[in-house]
């Protein structure tokens, strides 16, 4: 079997080679163990050698067919001409393409793509709720800034899903088909993993790292999505109703001036103990915070299934979520329970959760096998075994 991903986010030219984002090569490489042969549809700009590092990794051995920068709606639209010619290319390298939506303008590569692999085309629906919507505002803006008006919106939303309806599905989570209204002539479901089974081979935690200071930890994207005044109000709760020593530590992107809202709300309600670390990229220095913390709080309204989640599980961090189905479909499990629920938005829930982490040794050591038997139970193994399962019904279909 040889596969094509088609992936608009960008790898970069240095001098000793083509660079690209650690996660999604540790994702590349594992997958080009399993195929014949594996060709990828990127765009390459010139890079830093400073990139060369824990965040950046050469890409492995695969056929790589260059695009210009496609970032934004406007660059991926004038790209459409090259994309077609790569993706004609493509076919004569490849038995089926995987195509990564909505990452920047892949939705307007659809028909493109299925004009040149007719059925072979298996789209990976990667994004949770926010990201779609968010993607949908800036598609009704630009084309209303071209007075276009909202009917090519809603022409561009419908041939969409009809071209998603003839089409198999990878997506991260079933939940995202209902928020998305999107729908597949079959699909399967994965995880973003970026750990194999085989490299999850901590130790359970028997107590906490922080002693007497209750250690917290947020990982991903400062935006509203992800309900944050919740974490800082149960927070607040818990150190009052306790009188105990924390430390919560944000690492992540911030969404416009979400992290100034929230600097006055931690100001407010009196929390020293605070500080934003930005974004932490995969590798050394970000599973140093997983294993320098005491717990993962995710007390997010939307998701997807957040690979910081799975990362924290592999370090066998016990996790304090919202009870949302994609956290909940991940932490509860036969095997038993890999971190503790709370109802959305309710803080005084997810402060009650903090104190079950800090005060119940025995669950708290519970909790952290539980989180390592998760994490080997969704490593890339796992997750690429059922992406080239529904390839090869896809291809035995054709």
């Known amino acids: 079997m040889r596969v094509c991903v088609l992936r608009l986010e960008r790898l970069y030219r240095t001098s000793r080679g083509l660079y690209a984002h650690s996660s999604f090569l540790r994702w590349l490489a594992a997958l080009e163990g399993k195929v014949e042969g594996l060709a990828v549809i990127a765009p390459v700009l010139q890079g830093d ?73 298996v789209v990976w629906l990667v994004a949770d709720r926010n990201k779609l919507l968010e993607a949908e505002r800036r598609v009704r803006k630009r084309t209303a800034r071209l007075a276009v008006g909202s009917s090519l919106n809603r022409l561009i939303g419908a041939i969409e899903k009809a071209l ?22 079959r699909f399967t479901e994965v995880e973003s993993a970026t750990f194999a089974a085989r490299e999850v081979r901590c130790d359970p935690r028997l107590a906490r ?24 109000d149960a927070v607040t709760e818990y150190k009052h109703a306790t009188n105990g020593c924390i430390a919560l530590t944000f690492c992540g992107s911030s969404h416009r001036d979400y992290q100034d809202i ?31 913390h005491d717990v993962l709080c995710l007390p997010s309204a939307s998701e997807g299934v957040p ?16 009870d949302i189905p994609p956290l909940r479909r991940i932490l509860n499990h036969p095997k038993g329970v890999s971190g503790l629920l709370f109802p959305l938005g309710d803080s005084l829930g997810m402060a009650a959760c903090l104190g079950t982490v800090a005060e119940d040794t025995e669950r708290y050591a519970n909790l952290s096998r539980a989180a390592i038997a998760r994490a080997q139970a969704f490593g890339l193994e796992e997750q690429q075994a059922r992406m080239l399962d529904l390839i090869t019904g896809v291809l035995d279909e054709d």
């Open 209 to 232: 790292v922080g002693g007497t200071t209750l250690r917290i930890l947020y990982v991903g994207r400062i935006s509203p999505e992800k309900s944050l005044e919740c974490l800082i």
């Open 49 to 121: 050698e400073a990139w060369e590092g824990e965040t950046w990794a050469p890409i492995p051995s695969t056929r790589l067919l260059t695009l210009p920068d496609c970032k934004g709606f406007a660059k991926a639209f004038a790209a459409a001409p090259m994309i077609a010619v790569r993706l004609a290319r493509a076919r004569a390298l490849s038995d089926a393409l995987l195509v990564r939506v909505p990452e920047h303008g892949n939705l307007l590569n659809l028909p493109l793509a299925k004009a040149m692999f007719g059925r072979r085309v």
């Open 164 to 185: 998603c309806r003839r089409s198999y599905g990878i997506v991260n989570g079933e939940h995202l088909l209902r928020d998305t209204g999107l729908a597949f002539r």
């Open 307 to 322: 690979r910081a989640l799975l990362e924290a599980l592999a370090f066998g961090l016990p996790v304090i979520a919202s």
């Open 262 to 292: 929230l600097m006055r709300r931690i100001l407010k309600n009196g929390l020293s103990e605070c500080q934003f670390l930005g974004q932490i990229p995969f590798g050394p220095r970000l599973f140093e915070q997983y294993r320098s």
